[in-house]
């Protein structure tokens, strides 16, 4: 079981910037992915960014360029660093993990931080 606590969210003017932070309850070496999901109003949840095996990392198009994920080791802690915030933006962020063990997946979330960019 790993349970991820969020921190971070809030309102900020478009152009601004937030930082995300998910503390994990275990090792993030022991966890095979970490990331960040996102869900709008009358919207699907869609993957923000990840990270894989502790080194690779995958990004929305949305995103590219503006955010950064990253993952302090020692603190299990993964962080989003959110840059040039858009309205479009706005949604509730969510933390996941995903540990595969024995080809079994089991997924882990967050609570939800919301992020509200105003125009």
């Known amino acids: 079981q790993v349970q991820l606590v969020e921190s971070g969210g809030g309102l900020v003017q478009a152009g601004g910037s937030l930082r995300l932070s998910c503390a994990a309850s275990a090792s993030i070496f022991s966890i095979n992915a970490m990331g960040w999901y996102r869900q709008a109003p009358g919207k699907q949840r869609e993957l923000v960014a990840a990270?894989?095996?502790?080194?690779?990392?995958n990004y929305a198009d949305s995103v590219k360029g503006r955010f950064t994920i990253s993952a302090d080791n020692f603190k299990n802690t993964v962080h989003l660093q959110m840059n040039s915030l858009k309205p479009e933006d706005t949604a509730v962020y969510y933390c996941?993990?995903?540990?595969?063990?024995?080809?079994?997946?089991?997924?882990?979330w967050g609570q939800g931080t919301q992020v509200t960019v105003s125009s």
């Open positions: 996941h993990a995903r540990k595969i063990v024995a080809l079994n997946e089991y997924d882990y």
């Open positions: 990270i894989i095996s502790g080194s690779s990392t």
